[in-house]
C-alpha cells in the first residue's frame, strides 16, 4: 500500500461526541440570512453561554480556526472574532 498524507476523518471529529451542542437546533449557532443587531447578539450571547461550559470548547475553537470556517459561533468565537483572530495571525 502507498503511504498517505490523509488521516482517518473520526480522529478530526471525535471530540464532536462530547459536545454540549450536540443534537440542538443549528439555528442556535448559526444565524439565518439577514440576522442583524440586538437578535443577532442575542442568538451568538446565548451560544456563547452553551459554550462556555463545553467540554470540547478548546479543540472545537481550534478546528474552527483551522479550517476557516466562514459562519457561526464555534468554541465560543463568533465569526467576526475568528476573522480578527486570522487577521492578527497574519
Ligand atoms: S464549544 Fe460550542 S460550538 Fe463547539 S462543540 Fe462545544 S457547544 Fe458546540
Not at 16 to 44: K, Y
Amino acid at each position: 500500500m502507498k503511504p498517505t498524507r490523509l488521516k482517518p476523518l473520526l480522529t478530526d471529529w471525535q471530540w464532536q461526541a462530547r459536545a454540549a451542542c450536540r443534537g440542538m437546533d443549528s439555528s442556535v449557532f448559526f444565524s439565518p440570512p439577514n440576522e442583524r443587531g440586538t437578535t443577532r447578539r442575542r442568538r451568538e450571547r446565548n451560544a456563547r453561554r452553551i459554550c462556555q461550559s463545553c467540554a470540547v470548547r478548546t479543540p472545537c475553537a481550534r478546528f474552527a480556526l483551522e479550517t476557516a470556517q466562514p459562519y457561526g459561533v464555534w468554541g465560543g468565537l463568533t465569526e467576526t472574532e475568528r476573522e480578527a483572530e486570522h487577521r492578527q495571525a497574519g
